[in-house]
Nanobody, 125 residues
Framework: QVHLVESGGGLVQAGGSLRLSCAAS????????MGWFRQAPGKERDFVAAISWGGSSTSYADSVKGRFTISRPNAKNTVYLQMNSLDVGDTAVYYCAVDYTDGVPSTDDNDYDSWGQGTQVTVSS
């Protein structure tokens, strides 16, 4: 299993941008997709974005399409989430996770096996 560490969260004003990073370490015996999820206080954890092992396939929640971009450079073990035009509704703890698949990444958090500790994103009005 891989170990995941997120970074890049913080406080930003509405309309601003943040870039989250997630670094995976440890030995993985299979290729894996990586995804971002978020959980606001008192709410369920929601899918945000995901990217396949090779980076050719991405998925986004409707609420973030056109504002967020997920990327995975050639190193494969790091994933980024560029978040632009942030609004207060984006306030949440953001988690990255691993889905051991070579195919299209899942949008269901039940399909993800390893999770990071989360990073707080707070958007002020």
């Amino acid at each position: 299993q891989v170990h995941l560490v997120e970074s890049g969260g913080g406080l930003v004003q509405a309309g601003g941008s943040l870039r989250l990073s997630c670094a995976a370490s440890g030995r993985a015996y299979r290729h894996y997709a990586m995804g971002w999820f978020r959980q606001a206080p008192g709410k369920e954890r929601d899918f945000v974005a995901a990217i396949s092992w090779g980076g050719s396939s991405t998925s986004y929640a409707d609420s973030v399409k056109g504002r967020f971009t997920i990327s995975r450079p050639n190193a494969k073990n790091t994933v980024y989430l560029q978040m632009n035009s942030l609004d207060v509704g984006d306030t949440a703890v953001y988690y990255c996770a691993v889905d051991y698949t070579d195919g299209v990444p899942s949008t269901d958090d039940n399909d993800y096996d390893s999770w990071g500790q989360g990073t707080q994103v707070t958007v002020s009005s």
